[in-house]
Every structure is written in structure tokens, then in C-alpha cells.
């Protein structure tokens, strides 16, 4: 049972418009979120982060959205650019005390059309 | 500064044989995590330390499945016996203490092949 849920698992966008990759998560007790992107043949690095706290958190051309009635996070990235091509994973931490542990999601692979 | 460092990056054996990973955390932090990534499952926690104590191993599928940290610099992860579902991308990362919403940061992963 997946907590973390990535349910498109590619997406295509041209260069210079909007990508938004989205997150659905179940657990309501979940505290932090983060996005981090992953090229091949190398880890994910971390990008952006969130705390349930915001409902927005903007790192230049990166937004991440947190809606926590619906359960839903998103990341926005404006303007998309060939080199953001990657998997993008997003990861939720729980709230319970103490813990380092994150959850995260399967991955979206982004292509940015040149 | 170096990252994590991983080794090796690529390895295949075959079933039954004992497999060891390694990894060397970033110099200072005091947390380290081992992550298993597959298709179907994304990126599975399998065991945090801190300061070289194991705490949460929950992650870890079985028995088969150990991983120690002797020192500050130095991680395994072993699998013994291996089996062709054990067939992943094993990532360590390590992470700062001083405060929950340090990032973690990874290594570049061990490709692993069970035959």
C-alpha cells in the first residue's frame, strides 16, 4: 500500500512552459514534504521542501504547492528547460517524534521538449 | 567536499551468492540511511543509523538482509543468500543532524543483478 502516491509516471512539456508534477499522499499525520530529481545513473538530489505548516514554498523556478485537504502536493516549474528533464520523486516524512524516516513515491519522468 | 560514495556501482552474481555494499557517508553528518529503488516500489527506506546505531531497520525485507556501521565513515549492506528478486538499485544516503528538516543526500546507487 503505497502512502505516497506519483500516478503519472512520465510527462512532455515544451521548453518554456509550465510543468507540474503531482502527489497524492494518504496519511494525514505526514509533517514534511520534499521533491527531489533524479537523472540516470545517479542519486536523487534534493530540491524543494515544504512543512505542513505552508501551503507554498518558491525556490526560482520552483514552486511546491501543498493543499492538505485534498491530501495533494505539486511542483510547479517555470519555465520548464531541457536540462529539468529528469525523475522527480516526491518523499513525506511522519510526523512521529523523532523520526528521520521518509516515504517516498514511485517517480514522474519529465521530458523537456528542446 | 565529497558526497557519499558508493561502491561498488554495478554488480551481478549469481543466486545464493553473499552480497556486500558499501558506502562511505559524507564526512560530519551523523545520519545514514540505505534505500532500495525498484520499478514497482519507487524508494524503499530499509534502515537508518545514527551516530553508527541502527534506528529503524523496519524497512529491511528479511532476514537475509543485514547492515552495520562500524564507524562514522563507513556503511555494508549485505545480502546472504541473494535471490533474483533482490535485483535493484541500492542507494545510501547520509543526512546532517541538528534539526529533523536537514535533506538527505545520496550516493550514485549499486546496480545490483541476482542471476
Known amino acids: 500500500d503505497q502512502q505516497v502516491k506519483q500516478n503519472s509516471p512520465s510527462l512532455s512539456v515544451q521548453e518554456g512552459r509550465i510543468s507540474i508534477l503531482n502527489c497524492d499522499y494518504t496519511?494525514?499525520?505526514?509533517?514534511?514534504f520534499l521533491w527531489y530529481k533524479k537523472y540516470p545513473a545517479e542519486g536523487p538530489t534534493f530540491l524543494i521542501s515544504?512543512?505542513?505548516?505552508?501551503d507554498k514554498n518558491e525556490d526560482g523556478r520552483f514552486t511546491v504547492f501543498l493543499n492538505k485537504s485534498a491530501k495533494h502536493l505539486s511542483l510547479h516549474i517555470v519555465p520548464s528547460q531541457p536540462g529539468d528533464s529528469a525523475v522527480y520523486f516526491c518523499?513525506?516524512?511522519?510526523?512521529?517524534?523523532?523520526?528521520?524516516?521518509?516515504?517516498f513515491g514511485t517517480g514522474t519522468r519529465l521530458k523537456v521538449l528542446a | 567536499d565529497a558526497g557519499v560514495i558508493q561502491s561498488p556501482r554495478h554488480e551481478v552474481t549469481e543466486m545464493g551468492q553473499e552480497v556486500t555494499l558499501r558506502c562511505k557517508p559524507i564526512?560530519?553528518?551523523?545520519?545514514l540511511f540505505w534505500y532500495r529503488q525498484t520499478m514497482m516500489r519507487g524508494l524503499e527506506l530499509l534502515i537508518y543509523?545514527?551516530?553508527?546505531?541502527?534506528?529503524?531497520d523496519s524497512g529491511m525485507p528479511e532476514d537475509r538482509f543485514s547492515a552495520k556501521m562500524p564507524n562514522a565513515s563507513f556503511s555494508t549492506l549485505k545480502i546472504q543468500p541473494s535471490e533474483p528478486r533482490d535485483s535493484a538499485v541500492y542507494f545510501c544516503?547520509?543526512?546532517?543532524?541538528?534539526?529533523?528538516?536537514?535533506?538527505?543526500?545520496f550516493g550514485d546507487g549499486t546496480r545490483l543483478s541476482i542471476l
Open positions: 544516503a547520509s543526512s546532517l543532524a541538528g534539526g529533523r528538516n536537514q535533506p538527505q543526500h
Open positions: 496519511n494525514s499525520m505526514f509533517d514534511y
Open positions: 515544504i512543512s505542513s505548516i505552508k
Open positions: 518523499a513525506a516524512r511522519p510526523a512521529t517524534s523523532g523520526t528521520y524516516k521518509y516515504i
Open positions: 564526512s560530519g553528518h551523523d545520519y
Open positions: 543509523f545514527n551516530n553508527n546505531v541502527p534506528i529503524d
